[in-house]
């Protein structure tokens, strides 16, 4: 079973800048296509951004393009995501998922194994 560990989210200004990690120590990130995705309060789970397992395809949802940008750091075995310019609307909690599929995707039936997730709050 593919664990996945999140960090970096807490307490930023609008504005600020955050950036989420999320690795593993028991499989390689690289062969999975990895997902970002965040719940606030009260409602659904969104896809944020994801990288394919291959060639590094990237998505990103359109409330957070242009501020929001996913990598991999494949000698780290961890996958980030870059968050700048953060307003209140991105607070949430924030999970990173692993599946194994074509292409890009966020579509939650499509990943197999989740974290437990970081918090990100945006407040003055």
């Known amino acids: 079973q593919v664990q996945l560990v999140e960090s970096g989210g807490g307490l930023v200004q609008p504005g600020g800048s955050l950036r989420l990690s999320c690795a593993s120590s028991k499989f390689t990130l690289d062969y999975y296509g990895i997902g970002w995705f965040r719940q606030a309060p009260g409602k659904e789970r969104e896809g944020v951004s994801c990288i394919s397992s291959s060639f590094g395809s990237t998505y990103y949802a359109d409330s957070v393009k242009g501020r929001f940008t996913i990598s991999r750091d494949n000698t780290k075995n961890t996958v980030y995501l870059q968050m700048n310019n953060l307003k209140p609307e991105d607070t949430a909690v924030y999970y990173c998922?692993?599946?194994?599929?074509?292409?890009?995707?966020?579509?939650?039936?499509?990943?197999?194994?989740w974290g437990r997730g970081t918090q990100v709050t945006v407040s003055s």
């Open positions: 998922a692993a599946g194994q599929f074509r292409g890009i995707t966020t579509s939650i039936s499509n990943y197999d194994f």
